[in-house]
């Protein structure tokens, strides 16, 4: 039987960031790297500049003025927004040959756009915390579903089955069939790509949040986005009754229940727009 960090050790020679973001990163955490240093490994990869340019840009950032350089966009955003949004277009295009029977590449990306756009609003409203972090922690929280789909997909559709068949999580039934759960997976390749260690624990642990110990509120602001994702793409409506949320989670965000309605209309609103600007592939039918 596979475990999690044997399944990713199989995998991680398919799933490689690419060499601009690996050299971003080596370059941000050098002690001697200065702004041009960063602006210049990203000015380099044609590709890198246009989608971050064309992000920056956008609506989600409502800049107040357009950003037409690197260079800029890293004087307005900072070098840690600027390398988790190169981050979050690498690990997408890490992925974009990936495809089998079981499930739609778009439409699991959106499923981690809006993720993603939940997270940041939520994080805004806990105010004092940074954005782009939980941003990225949504976008990739359910990545380890990519690996078990692609290297175990008769499993991995078992425990889909039996999730529906016992209404149960989906976690839940992956171990019941696998052993481990998704979010073991994506946390396992994180470590195997040296993503910062606040990403690792928020993707192992927003399924189980009273688990986290260090990034405690981040991790709970990706349950929360989580849940409201599920109901979203299921066309469930937000309340207490509907929303799985663990009560920790609302405990340690300050958040409630009742602001999510508002949060959800804003989401709606954002989360097609910035799906068109990550990524490319066709739609499901």
Not at 99 to 103: E, I, L, P, V
Not at 141 to 148: C, E, K, M, R, S
């Given at each position: 039987m ?6 990713v050790k199989?995998s991680?020679?398919?799933?490689s960031l ?12 050098s002690?001697?790297?200065?702004m041009?240093?960063?602006?210049e490994v990203?000015?380099n990869?044609?590709?890198?500049t246009a989608?971050?340019?064309?992000l920056v840009n ?13 260079t800029?966009a890293?004087?307005?955003?900072g070098?840690?927004q600027v390398?988790d949004?190169v ?5 997408i ?5 990936f ?5 739609n590449?778009y439409d699991?990306?959106f499923n ?7 997270a940041r ?9 940074d ?9 990739l ?8 789909y692609?290297k175990?997909?008769e499993?991995?559709r078992?425990?889909l089955?039996?999730a529906?068949h016992?209404?149960i ?8 069939i696998?052993?481990f759960?998704?979010?073991?997976v994506?946390?396992?390749l994180?470590?195997e790509?040296q ?6 624990e ?12 260090e990034?405690q509120?981040?991790?709970?602001i990706i ?17 207490s009754?509907?929303l ?6 609302w405990q340690i965000?300050?958040?409630?229940v ?15 727009m ?7 592939h066709?739609?499901?039918a």
């Open positions: 596979h475990s999690a960090q044997n399944l199989e991680v020679e398919l799933i690419p060499d601009v973001y690996i050299r971003l990163r080596n370059v941000i955490n002690p001697d790297t200065s041009a240093d960063v602006a990203i000015a990869d044609p590709s890198a989608r971050l340019l064309k956008s609506s989600f950032f409502n800049l107040a003025s357009k950003v037409d350089t690197i800029h890293i004087n307005l955003l070098t840690q390398h949004l981050l979050a277009t690498s690990v295009d890490s992925f974009s040959g495809s089998n029977d079981y499930f590449l699991f990306w981690g756009v809006y993720c993603a756009v939940t609003l939520l994080a805004y409203y806990c105010k004092d915390l954005t782009e972090r939980p941003f990225v922690a949504g976008l929280h359910n990545i380890g579903h990519l690996v078990t692609q175990i997909p499993e991995s078992s425990a089955e039996l529906a016992k209404n999580s989906v976690y839940m039934a992956e171990r019941e696998l052993g759960d998704y979010a073991q994506g946390a396992e994180m470590r790509w993503l910062p260690r606040s990403l690792q928020i993707t192992e642990f927003h399924i189980e949040p009273e688990k986290a110990s990034f509120l981040e991790t709970a349950h929360i986005a989580s849940a409201m994702t599920q109901n979203a793409i299921a066309q469930i409506p937000v309340s009754e509907t799985a949320v663990n009560p920790m989670c965000t300050g958040l409630s009742d602001n999510m309605p508002e949060v959800k209309k804003e989401v709606d609103q954002q989360a097609s910035l799906m068109n600007l990550l990524f490319t066709k739609k499901s």
